[in-house]
Structures are given as structure tokens and as C-alpha cells.
């Protein structure tokens, strides 16, 4: 699959609303957070980096655009979409946003916690802030799932929950201050599904809208460290879902991705169900933009398939479905506490590729999970040989702290890599494109390849073909036609002029987006600029009366 660029947002426009929370009700509660001074020798750092540290500028008085920010984002779209939205709080508030890690105040750093190597890279980077004398808050998983971690003693922490208190969070963290919020949202004692989906975003990717429908899950699975972080199933309301579609819509986005730990599961916990959620949204999904349905588990969607065949097939939604299998082994399964057995996800494979038609089914394998025999592991390698997913996400098992499975007794790693490298030899031995040359689609383009050198646009079944870089493309349908394959894509010519091509609804203004991050066209950039400024501002001297009158 071609890798596309990260980070390539700057949607200024909705960053300020009417429905924004104002300075006076974010501040309310700032009684509430516990602040002390920092002490830098509590963060453990290896003596090679305490040698170099540079010593931090502490800030006595925060004026709001005077600090730049950083924000890097490890894992899932659930966490790029909380990137976003802080972001999107920091701007509001007047903070510059930059890509130019060395230029910046401060670094936000958002960690996943899935594999060993994320929280690897993860710490790493937090050394190298240090190293350079950047103020540093972390987020995402990680701090959430171990907040007594020996690396993150010291740093001011933002829990999963409370990404809408960021701006405070960093401003105590440049006057020298720790932080840690990582509490539960809860509403009348119900837990919340997070922050309210309202808040001011930057996206990404200023096309794409990505929407948290639930946090959390119902699985127990003994290999997983984000359901630590992350906790138990808690789903936004259908309404709250819809009214953030709607203005991301409005916007400017042309394509919604619903993300979570399990969409299957959405629902369950506030009498709703996914299907509920999915038609709901299909009323208000623009003609010629596109709705993809993010992750599910198989337990949660075998009871739902009827329905879900019927959305799949609906004209704004991809006939697109993530499945995760993780072995085709029963034993395996019932080791990882799956809660389904391999018939049931056969079952959910078989009904969809028989109702949807040219529906693409991705899934996921664990290689080598403790007590996996070759029996399990020639199960799993049948499974694969028989479906031939055109998407397959091929893991190594890691122990993760705190899971059951890390006291599990592990087999040899070299065992481990030769499976793996076996699963990949088969996987790369298909080409599920082979042989479209001359079929003809309608694509949305939406995205830019890593290598900047051809835009990225999906069809019906969200397969992915890649397009020249025409002027004005981004944000259109358009009809190609396929002149080459990859194992991972499709190559593809235009068959219409500018004049033919469909615009999605109101994505005009961002149709011509910068490739830098938080970046628009320059006239834009500099035009919106001076309003966020403003609003900056504005927000710093409500900020001041409420503290001092």
C-alpha cells in the first residue's frame, strides 16, 4: 500500500465556532488541576542524555501566538483524530503550530501502545525534547495505560479523555509546571465517550474527516495493552455523531472515516447499535462525498450482517470492512480470549463478499503468539491462502506489559520471524489488481502519495488508484481508467476534462491545500491567520478578568 503524507493540514477555517467552549468555561474548573513545580531530575533519562540536556526556557506569562508547538502523533486515526483536535484547541487559543520540531516551545507528543517498537520510538522522542530543551506533553495511550512508566516522572500528561483541556495543560507546562489529568469523563456517573466532538479541529488532511464514534471495548483480549488505556465500551450519542459530520461537511470535508477501538461494538452500552448509526448518517452524507466505516470485531457484527451487507452497498458509503482475525486458529483464539471462533469470521466473510458486490474485507495476523504450534500456525496460513485478502496486516507478537499474555510462555523469536517471513512470502506471492488494465471507475481523490508524485483517489470498493497531479483535482469525482497495477494499487488516466469533473459539496476552499503540514495555500494561510490571532488574543484578555476579577 503507497504511504501517504502525514500531517498535511491546516484547515484554518474551523478552527473558530460559535459553539467553541469561551476562555471563561474552559478556566472554570482550573482549580481543579494540580500543579507543581517541575523537577527535572525526576525524569529518568539515560546518563548519555542527562550529560547533554539543554536547560528549558521557563515562561512566567504566557501571551498567546508567542510559543510554537509541535505535535506528533504515533497509531491508530482514533489518535490521529485526537491529535486533531488538540491542534485544533491550540490554534483556536493562538498557539503556532509548526512541523519544525527544532523551532518549537514545546512538543506534544500522542503515543500508541499497541507494539513495543511505537513506545520505543515514543520515548525516544521524548529524550531527544529533553536533550534539546524542549518542554515536552505527552498524551495518547501510553501515559494513560502506565502513567507511572520511570520516563514520563515529571511530565505533564493529557489522559485520553482530556484532550479539550490541552491549552491549559501547555500553558503550565511552559511556566516550568507538571500536569496529569487522566480521569474519566462522566456524566451523572455514566462514563463519557471522551471530549465533545464540537471542539475546533486541524485536520490532517483538511478532505478527510475522522470521527470517534466510541472509546473503549468489550473484549478482554490478553494480548492488548490499549484496553488499559482506553477502558471499557463508552459511545458517543448518535446525534452528537451526525451534527460533527454535518459541520465537517460544511466545511469543506468530502469523506468521513468513523474510527474507535471497535465500531462493531458501538452502541451497545447507550441502547443504540452500529447499523442505527450508520443510516443516520447516510441521510446527511452529500451527494458525491463518502462515508467509510473504520474497524470491527467479529463477535459484534455477526448479528448485524444483514444490515451492514445493505449500507455497504449504499452509493456514499465504501463497500470497505476492517475485520481483524489475528490467527485461523481456534486454539489460538481462545488463548487470546477472541470470543469467536474461525467459522464465525468465515461466516462474516463469506456473507459479505456474497451480498456486497466487489467488497475489499482487510484483516490482521499475529505471528507467533505464545503456545502457537505449526499446526495453528499452517491454519492460519490456510486461512490467508483461501481468502487472499488484498489487505493483510502482518504482526509479530510483542508482549506488552500488564496483558496476560506477557506471562505466557513464548516460543523462539527466530520461530517467530521464520513465520512471519513465510505468512509474507504468501501474501506478496497474489496480486489482487492483476489484470484491471482498461476497467474504467469513478474515483474521489482526496490524498497525496508519500512520494509526492501522484495523487491518491479510491473507488466503490475503496481500492486504492493513483492519479497525475493535475491542477484543481483534490476534492473531485472523476472517471479513470486503469492503465497499470501494483500489488498494492492501481495506476490510472483521467477520461474526463476539468469542466466534467464533480466537485464534492463546499471542499472548494480546500480543494488546493499546501503538502507542508498545518499549511493552506499562502494567500489563505495569511488571511486566516490574522482572525486566529485575533480570537487569541481576545480569549488571553478573557482569560486575564477571570483570574483577576
Aim: proline share 5%; net charge neutral; hydrophobic share 35%.
Amino acid at each position: 500500500m503507497v504511504e501517504l503524507e502525514e500531517n498535511n493540514i491546516a484547515d484554518i477555517e474551523d478552527l473558530i465556532s460559535p459553539e467553541d467552549i469561551k476562555p471563561i468555561e474552559r478556566y472554570h474548573n482550573k482549580k481543579n488541576v494540580t500543579v507543581r513545580a517541575k523537577k527535572r531530575s525526576a525524569v529518568k533519562l539515560s546518563a548519555e542524555v542527562s550529560d547533554e540536556l539543554t536547560p528549558k526556557i521557563i515562561q512566567q506569562s504566557i501571551i498567546p501566538g508567542s510559543q510554537k508547538v509541535y505535535v506528533k502523533t504515533w497509531g491508530c486515526s482514533h489518535n490521529n483524530s485526537d491529535s486533531e483536535y488538540m491542534a485544533g484547541q491550540l490554534a483556536a487559543y493562538g498557539y503556532q503550530l509548526t512541523d519544525a520540531k527544532d523551532k518549537a516551545d514545546l512538543w506534544l507528543l500522542n503515543s500508541c501502545t499497541v507494539k513495543n517498537p511505537s513506545e520505543d520510538t515514543f520515548r525516544n522522542e521524548i529524550e531527544n525534547g529533553m536533550r534539546n530543551g524542549k518542554h515536552v506533553v505527552v498524551a495518547g495511550c501510553v501515559p494513560q495505560g502506565a502513567p507511572k512508566a520511570d520516563y514520563l516522572r515529571g511530565l505533564s500528561v493529557i489522559g485520553v479523555q482530556q484532550i479539550d483541556r490541552v491549552v491549559e495543560v501547555v500553558e503550565e507546562t511552559l511556566k516550568g509546571h507538571s500536569v496529569r489529568l487522566l480521569q474519566n469523563k462522566k456524566q451523572q456517573g455514566k462514563r463519557l465517550g471522551g471530549a465533545n466532538l464540537a471542539l475546533p479541529k486541524v485536520r490532517k488532511n483538511p478532505l478527510i474527516e475522522i470521527i470517534p464514534i466510541n472509546t473503549g471495548c468489550l473484549n478482554q483480549c490478553t494480548y492488548c495493552k490499549t484496553k488499559h488505556a482506553r477502558g471499557d465500551l463508552a459511545s458517543y450519542p448518535p446525534e452528537e455523531i451526525v451534527a460533527r459530520a454535518q459541520q465537517s461537511f460544511n466545511e469543506g470535508c468530502c469523506e468521513i472515516w468513523l474510527t474507535s477501538e471497535d465500531t462493531g461494538a458501538y452502541g451497545r452500552d447507550i441502547g443504540s447499535s452500529l447499523p442505527e448509526l450508520l443510516w443516520q448518517l447516510v441521510d446527511v452524507i452529500p451527494e458525491n462525498c463518502m462515508l467509510r466505516v473504520g474497524m470491527t470485531n467479529p463477535p459484534y457484527i455477526l448479528e448485524h450482517l444483514e444490515e451492514i451487507a445493505k449500507i455497504l452497498k449504499h452509493p456514499r458509503v465504501y463497500s470497505f470492512l476492517h475485520v481483524p482475525v489475528q490467527s485461523g486458529s481456534d486454539a489460538v483464539l481462545g488463548d487470546m480470549k477472541r470470543e469467536y471462533c474461525r467459522e464465525d469470521f468465515e461466516q462474516v466473510v463469506d456473507f459479505l463478499r456474497a451480498k456486497v458486490p466487489k467488497v475489499t474485507i482487510a484483516t490482521d495476523i499475529i505471528c507467533g503468539f505464545p503456545g502457537e504450534t505449526e499446526k495453528d500456525f499452517e491454519e492460519t496460513i490456510n486461512l490467508c491462502e483461501k481468502y487472499q485478502f488484498p489487505s493483510l496486516f502482518i504482526n509479530q507478537f510483542y508482549p506488552r506489559p500488564g496483558t496476560p499474555a506477557a506471562k505466557m510462555s513464548r516460543i523462539p523469536a527466530n520461530l517467530v520471524k521464520k513465520r512471519t517471513k513465510r505468512l509474507t512470502e504468501l501474501f506478496n506471492s497474489y496480486y489482487p489488481y492483476k489484470g484491471r488494465e482498461g476497467e474504467i471507475y469513478n474515483v474521489l481523490v482526496t490524498e497525496i502519495s508519500h512520494d509526492k508524485q501522484h495523487y491518491v483517489g479510491h473507488n466503490k470498493s475503496y481500492e486504492q488508484v493513483l492519479l497525475p497531479m493535475r491542477k484543481n483535482l483534490l476534492g473531485t469525482s472523476v472517471r479513470v481508467r486503469i492503465t497499470g497495477t501494483t500489488k498494492f494499487s492501481m495506476y490510472a488516466e483521467l477520461l474526463d476534462e476539468e469542466t466534467d469533473w464533480t466537485r464534492c459539496s463546499q471542499s472548494s476552499q480546500t480543494a488546493n491545500w499546501n503538502k507542508s503540514s498545518f499549511c493552506f495555500n499562502e494567500p489563505l494561510k495569511q488571511k486566516c491567520l490574522g482572525s486566529v490571532l485575533l480570537m487569541g488574543f481576545v480569549a488571553f484578555i478573557f482569560q486575564w478578568l477571570w483570574r483577576h476579577l
